[in-house]
């Protein structure tokens, strides 16, 4: 009898062992932010959304597609750009050296359709290599409200295996190991347009947002 109490505690220290490592892990998982993840706006008006993913260990490189279901014609993409700086951005450099411009490069080219935008960036310096961590600007996308109805942002990985036998890794830290977010493929914000609408954004719900 008291081999089974001893053996039922041991069984249950290791559930709750493996209960802990698994909240642990999931906090510390990559997630993909958008700020303002939740806008309002009057018809005419602009909203910059901010895409983050947080957090990041030793990032490297990113690859990120945000596409809106816009039947009603609410949104329009009127610019897009990854967060291109050398020191906490998406530039890639032969040598390392900031000062000599001719070998860097921020290429691949954001990527603008009619109802999504894809952006795709690394950091590759030469010796001076080093990753992105915390919470890491990928980019951001400048909308501009042009009809009434709601629009939601859908996020997904930039890309997917481009041929059948390959693999194609978005989020990659500098130790090599792949780090694609949790929480995509998702719809992680909304902006909401009216003809009298009042300018509002938000980090979380409700959604709409309520303007005070």
């Known amino acids: 009898m008291k081999e089974l109490r001893t053996a039922t ?14 909240l642990v892990d999931a906090a510390q998982a990559l997630e993909i932010q958008l700020v ?35 039947p009603d014609q609410v949104l329009q993409v009127q610019g897009a750009s990854k ?8 530039v890639m450099d032969a040598d390392g ?32 290599t080093s990753g992105l961590s915390g919470k890491v600007l990928l980019g951001w996308i400048d909308f501009a409200a042009i009809g009434n109805g709601s629009s939601n942002l859908h996020v997904d990985l930039g ?21 694609e977010p949790t929480n995509v493929p998702a719809n992680l914000g909304a902006i909401y347009v009216k003809a009298d609408a009042c300018e509002c954004d938000r980090e979380v719900p409700p959604w709409p947002p309520a303007c005070t």
């Open 83 to 90: 967060y291109e700086d050398f020191d906490q951005g998406w």
């Open 159 to 179: 890309r997917y295996n481009p041929q059948e036998g390959e693999t194609y890794d978005n989020f990659v830290n500098l130790d090599g190991t792949v780090d």
């Open 36 to 70: 303002p993840a939740i806008a309002q706006r009057a018809i005419g008006g602009k909203v910059r959304v901010h895409i983050y993913a947080d957090p990041a260990v030793e990032l490297i490189s990113m690859g990120i597609k945000l596409s809106f279901n816009d």
């Open 9 to 22: 505690k041991l069984f249950g220290l290791i559930v709750f062992l493996i209960a802990a490592f698994l």
């Open 97 to 128: 050296d900031p000062l000599t411009t001719g070998d860097q490069y921020k290429l691949p080219l954001v990527e603008i359709g009619d109802n999504d935008v894809t952006m795709i960036g690394g950091r590759l310096m030469g010796t001076t």
